[in-house]
C-alpha cells in the first residue's frame, strides 16, 4: 500500500523557527562563565598556615658545672576565662620547656640544676569599643593579651649552691575584625618577645648570681 501525504493550499507553511541569542544575553553569560572562574581560582589558594612551634636550637648554651638538668613545672593553668594560654596552640609553658632545655646544657659531675617554671599565663582584657554610628566605620583594638613569665633556677648538690631568679610581662592589642589565622601569629608572637625579654634578664641574673658554676 502506497502512503501519500498532499498539501493544504490554504494552509500556510510556517517558517523554521531560528534560535537567536540577543547580544546582551551572551555578554552577560560569558560575564557569569568569567566570575564564576575567578571564584573558583579563589578558592584553590591555600590558607594560610599555623605558626610553627618556636625554637631555640640557634641559642649558644649556658654551660652549668652539673651533672643533670631537671625542668619542673608548677604553674596551674586556670583553663577559664580570663586566662587563655591554655588555648595556644603551643601554650606558653610548653615554649618556656623548649626554651630551657635548649639554653642550659649540664656540665659538670655532680649536682642538679633545677629550673623552675613558676607562671606561664596569657590574660584577655576585654576593651571599650566605639558606639553608634561611628562604631560601623571604626576598627577598634576590641581586646588586650598581657603574657606573663617567672622561672627560679636552684642549683643543688655541687661544688657551689644557690639560686637566680627573673620574670617578664609584655602585652598586645588585637582588632575586632582579626582573623583566626592572624590571631594565631600574634599568640606566637607575644609568646616570642615575653620569652626574648625573659631571656636577657635571666641571663643577666645567672650571671651575677650563679657566676661560680659557671663554665
Keep these: 500500500m ?4 498532499a498539501l493544504n493550499p490554504d494552509r500556510p507553511i510556517m517558517p523554521l523557527k531560528r534560535n537567536r541569542s540577543h547580544p546582551v544575553r551572551i555578554l552577560a553569560v560569558a560575564l557569569l562563565t568569567l566570575t564564576t572562574a575567578l571564584v573558583a581560582a579563589c578558592d584553590t589558594t591555600a590558607p594560610p598556615g599555623r605558626p610553627g612551634p618556636l625554637t631555640f636550637d640557634t641559642m649558644t648554651p649556658i654551660a652549668l658545672d652539673v651533672a643533670r638538668l631537671e625542668v619542673v613545672d608548677v604553674y596551674q593553668a586556670p583553663m577559664q576565662d580570663p586566662n587563655i594560654d591554655h588555648t595556644f596552640p603551643q601554650t606558653p609553658t610548653d615554649a618556656m620547656r623548649a626554651w630551657a632545655q635548649n639554653r642550659f646544657r649540664p656540665e659538670g659531675s655532680s649536682g642538679t640544676a ?3 617554671i613558676q607562671d606561664a599565663s596569657v590574660r584577655k582584657e576585654e576593651l571599650p569599643r566605639t558606639g553608634g554610628i561611628a562604631g560601623i566605620f571604626t576598627r577598634d583594638q576590641s581586646e588586650r593579651l598581657t603574657a606573663a613569665m617567672r622561672v627560679r633556677l636552684e642549683i643543688e648538690g655541687a661544688a657551689r649552691g644557690g639560686y637566680a631568679e627573673a620574670r617578664a610581662r609584655r602585652s598586645v592589642t588585637l582588632a575586632e575584625d582579626i582573623s583566626v589565622a592572624e590571631r594565631e601569629a600574634a599568640w606566637a608572637s607575644l609568646t616570642r618577645d615575653t620569652l626574648q625579654a625573659l631571656d636577657e634578664q635571666f641571663v643577666e641574673t645567672v650571671n651575677r648570681e650563679l ?3 659557671l663554665r
Design 114 to 116: 633545677r629550673l623552675i
Design 2 to 5: 502506497t502512503v501519500t501525504a
Design 211 to 213: 657566676a661560680p658554676i
